[in-house]
């Protein structure tokens, strides 16, 4: 532990002081923000914590590592950037060194279902998501290597113990990092993992089907742990996955897999469509094992744009009327996870397991604002859906970090009181079971990571909402980016508008917050 302390120490200091290749930090005079912007509220997130349990990062050396290792953000919205911060504080919290790399847990206690250093795979997709934006690309990348290999190698691998999207995280992940190596290292082992999904789920008809609970979306109003249903979840997941697959192999120059993997995720795509989207109820929904459709909608629904599956048609858009609805899944504390009109809505009890029949749950509120602002920024089809809607849904996302008024991330929660609904259990500490940060970054402010070099920004942030933000030192491609809004130049004091900076240098800019693309110099 001792040496692990040292490590870090060091480690933070080389980073700050420009030292080293991949995690330096930039001169801190082309920063626009200093880390000092967070040092207050890590203290704040310190103070309530026990710290029974310790990983890689102390809580003494979190503030030197976050200074090292993550974007900068500010924002007239002190919700979202509260707990941006915290978010980032709670990630930390859950990185784990290993003798081969590392893991970011998702319980910070012990669980039966973990598998090597307590590591589970239901959030997997989220987790690398998240810690792709970390300067030090290790982190995330030899989290994926433990799954593909360490865990691979276990007597009982733990990997398919949930559906995930393994491979669309690795291709995002490369997005930002920009490590061709990684994916020539990864393409083969990702393959043959696709073509074990094959063997355990595949139906002849070649669609996906699985049990809700290894969604890790048990006690829902569609599923089962004994059916064996075709669901948008996994559907969608080996979509992306297939997707991803072929623009990897493409990008690494493996032509036949290249081809095979577009061919499968085509095939999906049509499958998805036809055999899900539900007419009647203009929604993506379960096909039952015993024939028809489940008669709830879900927020399993809105998925398949998560993947920019859906074709970009008012029919299918229709479905996002139901995210506005207080019928369908708004509520007071969050998005439900099914139709608050169902039924069955909330009637598999509360906090003896992990119900998904309604609850809010931050890992489906991820998934749904990721794909809306996929429909907002991808295709012309928006129906009811606008920035207010995203930002708003946002924004009480963030407020719902709370419980008896001091900032908290649980499992889930009541969708009218915001009550944590595993109460104050020690395993639903600093849950790991979500995305924020990523949704910071890549969609609230519009970051949108691209294969060539150029830097794309699609801001959800409504009209006369903000006078000001500024998301500062993203390392992308390998450099340093800084992106600024000041509306009437006086907050930072470089002009109005939207700026971009690669490393210092203005790359773009704009003068109202839109839509922008500038080319790396």
């Not at 880390?35 to 990062?57: A, H, T, W």
């Not at 002190?78 to 847990?105: C, D, H, M």
């Not at 095979?260 to 499958?271: D, G, P, S, T, V």
């Not at 915001?418 to 970051?447: A, C, M, Q």
């Amino acid at each position: 532990m001792m040496i692990n302390r040292i490590k870090t120490i060091v480690f933070c200091l080389l980073a700050l002081s420009g030292l080293g290749k991949d995690v330096q930090a930039q001169d801190r005079n082309l920063l626009v923000l200093n880390p000092e912007i967070m040092r207050k509220e890590v203290s704040y997130f310190n103070s309530l914590d026990s710290e029974d349990v310790k990983n890689y990062i102390s809580n003494a050396d979190t503030y030197q590592w976050l200074s090292a290792q993550i974007p900068l953000f500010e924002c007239p919205d002190s919700a979202i950037q509260k707990i941006y911060y915290y978010r980032w504080w709670t990630l930390r919290k859950q990185l784990k060194q290993t003798p081969n790399g590392y893991v970011f847990n998702e319980f910070i206690t012990p669980m039966k279902h973990g598998g090597k250093y307590n590591a589970i795979s239901s959030a997997l997709g989220h987790q690398i998501y998240e810690s792709r934006w970390l300067h030090d690309k290790a982190f995330a990348e030899k989290y994926v290597t433990f799954w593909l290999e360490e865990d691979k190698a276990d007597k009982k691998p733990h990997l398919h113990n949930f559906s995930s999207w393994i491979d669309d995280a690795v291709y995002q992940l490369f997005l930002v990092n920009n490590d061709k190596h990684f994916l020539e290292k990864s393409l083969p082992a990702l393959h043959l993992d696709y073509q074990l999904w094959e063997t355990e789920r595949r139906l002849p008809d070649h669609s996906f089907w699985q049990y809700d609970v290894k969604d890790a979306m048990e006690e829902s109003i569609s599923g089962s742990r004994k059916e064996k249903n075709v669901r948008p979840t996994i559907n969608s997941y080996m979509y992306g996955n297939a997707d991803a697959l072929s623009k990897m192999a493409r990008i690494t120059g493996v032509d036949s897999l290249r081809k095979k993997y577009r061919a499968k995720a085509q095939e999906l795509k049509k499958i998805v469509t036809e055999q899900l989207w539900d007419k009647d109820a203009s929604f993506f929904k379960v096909k039952k094992q015993k024939g028809g459709f489940a008669d709830a909608r879900e927020a399993i629904g809105l998925i398949p744009w998560y993947f920019k599956l859906p074709p970009d048609r008012p029919a299918y858009a229709k479905a996002w009327e139901q995210l506005t609805d207080t019928t369908g899944f708004s509520a007071p504390w969050g998005l439900t996870t099914a139709e608050r009109r169902h039924p069955l809505f909330r009637t598999h009890g509360s906090g003896h397991g992990c119900e998904w029949d309604g609850p809010v749950w931050p890992f489906a509120t991820t998934q749904s604002l990721k794909a809306l602002s996929n429909l907002l920024t991808s295709y012309k089809s928006h129906a009811n859906m606008s920035p207010a809607v995203f930002y708003n849904e946002f924004h009480k996302y963030a407020m719902s970090h709370v419980m008896n008024g001091k900032t908290y991330i649980g499992e889930y929660q009541d969708e009218k009181t915001g009550e944590w609904l595993k109460g104050d259990n020690p395993r639903s500490r600093f849950y790991n079971h979500s995305g924020f940060t990523d949704l910071v970054i890549s969609d609230l402010i519009g970051l949108k990571p691209r294969e060539d070099q150029t830097v794309e920004i699609y801001p959800l942030i409504p009209e006369n909402t903000w006078d000001w933000f500024c998301l500062d030192n993203v390392l992308y491609h390998g450099r340093h980016l800084t992106i600024l809004w000041d509306k009437d130049g006086s907050k930072y004091g470089k002009g109005q508008g939207l700026r971009i900076y690669a490393d210092g240098k203005q790359i773009g800019y704009a003068k109202k917050l839109t839509h922008l693309k500038a080319g790396i110099i």
